[in-house]
């Protein structure tokens, strides 16, 4: 069984990573016993000049967006594509738009415990910001979530309360930005193959099929 890598650059709060998560998580079920997916994710910040405290959610989102007619547009149609694939959307509930460096700095700390932990606690922190409510910058929050990941509480609690990892987190930013990702999700399929947006379960089920099978045959093709 051929193992396909994918490093995925996302943004916590961005609805279309969470959305792209989950087609993934299904395109992997589909192929579950032909391919092995084994997936790293990496930091992308849609708003890294946030304050540490964040900003009115609703405010920053109109603004961002162009209008308050332009955010339920786009809601309403997230709300639906999210319940193709078990996502319960409350943006009602969303009141922060949180600066996710600490987010980030979490994720990869889980990254160390293996992938499993590290998926866990990625999917914890999007379920709390976008179906919760809950303010994913806040220490606290990211303390409960990564302790219910079974992650070391006092250890994470030190991280954050220091500057671990912040410049190694902006470096990997960085360097997403320098070779071309300008939105996410963006999925770096075997470091080759780059994957835009949230696609489809189908067309994400048939690339890992078919670069699986480019595996097996060898270098030449």
């Not at 996302?10 to 997916?37: F, I, M, T």
């Not at 332009?70 to 639906?80: F, T």
């Not at 738009?97 to 606690?121: C, E, F, K, M, Y």
Request: hydrophobic share 45%; charged share 25%; net charge negative.
């Amino acid at each position: 069984m051929q193992t396909v890598n994918i490093d995925i650059v996302s943004d916590v709060v961005c609805p279309w990573c969470y959305l792209g998560k989950n087609r993934l998580d299904q395109a992997v079920a589909n192929v579950a016993g032909e391919v092995h997916v084994a997936i790293q994710w990496r930091p992308y910040q849609l708003n890294p000049d946030l304050p540490p405290e964040g900003v009115d959610h609703k405010q920053h989102l109109a603004a961002k967006l162009g209008g308050q007619a332009a955010v339920d547009r786009a809601h309403q149609m997230l709300e639906g594509l999210g319940q193709e694939v078990g996502i319960a959307f409350d943006f009602d509930a969303v009141k922060i738009s949180p600066n996710t460096l600490d987010a980030h700095r979490l994720i990869r700390w889980a990254a160390t415990s293996g992938d499993a932990a590290q998926a866990d606690v990625v999917r914890r922190l999007f379920k709390a910001n976008f179906e919760e409510g809950r303010n994913v910058g806040d220490h606290d929050v990211l303390l409960d979530i990564a302790e219910r990941a079974g992650l070391d509480r006092p250890v994470i609690a030190a991280l954050l309360a220091s500057d671990a990892d912040k410049d190694a987190v902006g470096q990997e930013i960085d360097m997403a930005r320098e070779i071309g990702v300008t939105g996410v999700p963006c999925m770096i399929i075997e470091q080759q193959y780059a994957v835009m947006g949230a696609q489809s379960v189908e067309t994400l089920t048939n690339a890992l099929r078919e670069i699986a099978q480019m595996k097996a045959a060898g270098p030449a093709h």
